[in-house]
């Protein structure tokens, strides 16, 4: 059934204005710090994922990550995500591997799909995820939920990155059941 509904949004032009990414919405600068982003079809505030660093450039063991909001559709201020938020849309849960400085992490928006926090070097680090069966670098993602009942209710997310070996592009839409 899943092929069904794939094949399905594909011939129905998956890329149309209903499932597409809004390539107007603003992109959070790069810097030494962001992980990746999300964005979603609501608005273009965007959550900002960056890598939390000490004063030497380590990544800080209890909170590697520091989520955020960037309200852009406001004056594009930081604002913290709620307790709601965190715990029900874009947390993180941070694992550090015992034998490296490496990092298991799980994001409250995608738990199915498993995610490593690397630090490259001082001040430096980056989330590695399969995108495709490729090791990728993730990029950002972006989230499609229907907004019209209490709740929204996710229908995809896609994840976009690079590879890790060609640093070609790398994208894979996820359904949500």
Known sequence: MRFFVVQLLVVLGFCSSGFAQNENYPVPPETDQLLFYIQRNHNANTIVYDANFD?????????????????????????ELRSIEKWY????????????SDYKVELVAEKEH??????????????????????SRLE?????????GVWPKVKYIRLFGKDLQTGEKTTQTILID
């Open 114 to 135: 498993a995610f490593w926090l690397k630090q490259t070097d001082a001040f430096k680090a980056v989330l590695l995820t399969m995108i495709n069966d490729k090791l």
């Open 55 to 79: 004063k030497d450039g380590s990544l800080i063991n209890d909170k590697p990550i520091d989520v955020y909001w960037r309200r852009y559709d406001e004056q594009g201020q930081r604002m």
């Open 89 to 100: 849309a874009y947390g993180v849960d941070c694992q550090k591997n015992k034998n490296s």
């Open 140 to 148: 950002h993602m972006y989230i499609f939920a229907d907004n019209s």
